[in-house]
């Protein structure tokens, strides 16, 4: 996973060609790898782009639904 700029660099390229208002990394629950480069995902995204960042932790549980529709639609709100 890292050093991996390919990732960062992909993000790069995903922003500049889709311009989204936010960035939302979803994370399984078990993975570690990518729950530890979050941070640098998110300092990236903030520090490069200026763009508002949402790191959500999930197991794909329905009982999630209701808990991640709350956060994302309070980062939109924020927006």
Avoid at 30 to 36: F, G, Q, R, S
Wanted: aromatic share 8%.
């Amino acid at each position: 996973m890292s050093p991996n700029r390919r990732r960062l660099d992909q993000l790069d390229r995903l922003i500049t060609r889709f311009q989204p208002d936010v960035v939302i990394d979803v994370i399984l629950n078990a993975c570690h790898a990518y729950n530890v480069e979050s941070y640098k995902i998110r300092e990236h995204v903030k520090g490069q782009h200026g763009l508002p960042f949402l790191k959500i932790e999930t197991d794909y549980m329905e009982s999630d639904v209701k808990q991640l529709r709350t956060r994302v639609e309070a980062l939109f709100e924020t927006r």
